[in-house]
């Protein structure tokens, strides 16, 4: 289990004499930080709150810090305090090279981290205080897992039919998402404190990656084909939670680089957003009730419940009407779905059991793609 991004917030310690301000422009300037927003920092007479920011991807992109923001708090009666979040591309910083390669947190591969982030923080300043990831807390932590599918057809598939098995965000809130159209991402979930997202790594490098070398980015391309990243980004109140639900001590970044609470937490997401079981054209999903034992009722049941939720064409709104009862055709029938939210969830985890996702492959994804039945890699995460 990988972190693709984190950030790491701490508190700036400057000696607060009469001249503080002249150490501090000195190091500023270190970090590329303009005059003007140096100035704005600065300012003595505004009391409010105070924030910069400079992105290093630019002049710095194969030095795995990606953005640097500082910011004043001031006090009237008190000298002002200021703070520092820095944004890291762990894998980058070790490897010192764009790759689709993931950090992976181990004591060895934590200890080549802090080594990497040392030599990286010594291009800006030599300040050990600085370079010491005991001095940081976490602010930020994108956990992150991808799925690598045997064929195109197969990852862009996938692609379409998780769209379906949101429990969140219903399709209009998706195709408004980022201004972008429905086909070029996936949010499963989104809130103030967490955001899960499930996206095309070759399509995103190909829309997101400027001033790559020609080589360097046919590279990538080759590593991302078929591939699809499951993310969760976790705010600043996701890591609080995170704190409270792990007994942690403390926010300290070293906290957070566990590979079993990542582990824990991807299953969780994937779990609640996407689900389990195969994704079956219906004749294969005819196929599988036939073959399981239960009662004729019960199989009949588990069909028309499927054929609900894919007529609805998300997971969420297809509980929706199956709590207020709509009349369906099937083989020709009219035929009432509708039941109590037990029952909802009971035919839920049959489905599970029988290994069968709850959302089919309509008709036409099936004859563009040719696949009748999909394999969920929901099983990667299991080892």
Same mark, same amino acid.
């Given at each position: 289990?990988?972190?693709? +991004?984190?950030? #790491?917030?701490?508190?700036?310690?400057?000696?607060?004499?009469?001249?503080?301000?002249?150490?501090?422009? =000195?190091?500023?300037?270190?970090?590329?930080?303009?005059?003007?927003?140096?100035?704005?920092?600065?300012?003595?007479?505004?009391?409010?709150?105070?924030?910069?920011?400079?992105?290093? /991807?630019?002049?710095?992109?194969?030095?795995? =810090?990606?953005?640097? @923001?500082?910011?004043?708090?001031?006090?009237?009666?008190?000298?002002?305090?200021?703070? =520092? +979040?820095?944004?890291?591309?762990?894998?980058?910083?070790?490897?010192?090279?764009? /790759?689709?390669?993931?950090?992976?947190?181990?004591?060895?591969?934590?200890?080549?981290?802090?080594?990497?982030?040392?030599?990286?923080?010594?291009?800006?300043?030599?300040?050990?205080? #600085?370079?010491?990831?005991?001095?940081?807390?976490?602010?930020?932590?994108? #956990?992150?897992?991808?799925?690598?599918?045997?064929?195109?057809?197969?990852?862009?598939?996938?692609?379409?039919? @998780?769209?379906?098995?949101?429990?969140?965000?219903?399709?209009?809130?998706?195709?408004?998402?980022?201004?972008?159209?429905?086909?070029?991402?996936?949010?499963?979930?989104?809130?103030?404190?967490?955001?899960?997202?499930?996206?095309?790594?070759?399509?995103? @490098?190909?829309? %997101?990656?400027?001033?790559?070398?020609?080589?360097?980015?046919?590279?990538?391309?080759?590593?991302?084909?078929? $591939? $699809?990243?499951?993310?969760?980004?976790?705010?600043?109140?996701?890591?609080?939670?995170?704190?409270?639900?792990?007994?942690?001590?403390?926010?300290?970044?070293?906290?957070?680089?566990?590979?079993?609470? @990542?582990?824990?937490?991807?299953?969780?997401?994937?779990?609640?957003? =996407?689900?389990?079981?195969?994704?079956?054209?219906?004749?294969? $999903?005819?196929?599988?009730?036939? !073959?399981?034992?239960?009662?004729?009722?019960?199989?009949? !049941?588990?069909? !028309?419940? %499927?054929?609900?939720?894919?007529?609805?064409?998300?997971?969420?709104?297809? &509980?929706?009407?199956?709590?207020?009862?709509? +009349?369906?055709?099937?083989?020709?029938?009219?035929?009432? $779905?509708?039941?109590?939210?037990? +029952?909802?969830?009971?035919?839920?985890? &049959?489905?599970?059991?029988?290994?069968?996702?709850?959302?089919?492959?309509?008709?036409?994804?099936?004859?563009?793609?040719?696949?009748?039945?999909?394999? !969920?890699?929901?099983?990667?995460?299991?080892?």
């Amino acid at each position: 289990m990988s972190i693709h +991004t984190a950030e #790491m917030s701490g508190e700036l310690l400057f000696n607060h004499a009469d001249d503080a301000d002249e150490p501090l422009q =000195i190091w500023l300037r270190r970090f590329e930080f303009s005059n003007r927003q140096i100035r704005y920092l600065l300012d003595e007479n505004n009391h409010s709150a105070r924030r910069i920011r400079r992105i290093l /991807t630019v002049r710095h992109p194969n030095l795995g =810090i990606e953005q640097v @923001i500082i910011l004043k708090t001031p006090d009237e009666f008190n000298p002002a305090q200021y703070y =520092i +979040t820095i944004r890291i591309n762990p894998q980058l910083l070790i490897e010192r090279q764009r /790759t689709l390669h993931l950090f992976n947190p181990s004591e060895e591969n934590n200890a080549l981290l802090l080594t990497a982030f040392q030599e990286a923080m010594s291009t800006f300043d030599d300040n050990f205080a #600085m370079t010491d990831f005991s001095t940081y807390n976490c602010a930020r932590l994108d #956990m992150t897992h991808d799925f690598r599918f045997e064929t195109r057809e197969q990852a862009q598939l996938f692609m379409r039919l @998780i769209r379906r098995t949101s429990r969140y965000i219903r399709h209009r809130e998706q195709r408004i998402a980022h201004n972008e159209p429905i086909l070029d991402q996936s949010v499963a979930e989104a809130n103030k404190s967490y955001k899960i997202i499930c996206y095309d790594k070759q399509r995103q @490098i190909r829309k %997101m990656y400027r001033g790559v070398p020609d080589d360097e980015m046919e590279l990538l391309l080759s590593q991302a084909e078929n $591939v $699809v990243r499951f993310e969760i980004q976790c705010g600043k109140n996701k890591i609080y939670y995170l704190k409270k639900s792990n007994n942690f001590d403390s926010r300290n970044i070293w906290n957070y680089l566990n590979e079993e609470m @990542i582990h824990y937490n991807l299953q969780k997401a994937y779990r609640e957003t =996407i689900g389990e079981g195969n994704f079956c054209y219906f004749h294969r $999903v005819q196929q599988i009730l036939n !073959n399981a034992d239960m009662r004729p009722s019960t199989r009949t !049941n588990l069909y !028309n419940f %499927m054929r609900l939720i894919s007529n609805a064409g998300c997971l969420s709104e297809g &509980k929706r009407q199956f709590l207020r009862g709509r +009349t369906i055709s099937v083989n020709g029938n009219n035929v009432r $779905v509708q039941g109590t939210e037990p +029952t909802y969830y009971s035919r839920l985890r &049959k489905l599970r059991e029988l290994g069968i996702n709850p959302i089919m492959i309509p008709p036409r994804l099936s004859s563009r793609y040719h696949i009748q039945e999909l394999p !969920n890699p929901y099983g990667e995460l299991l080892i």
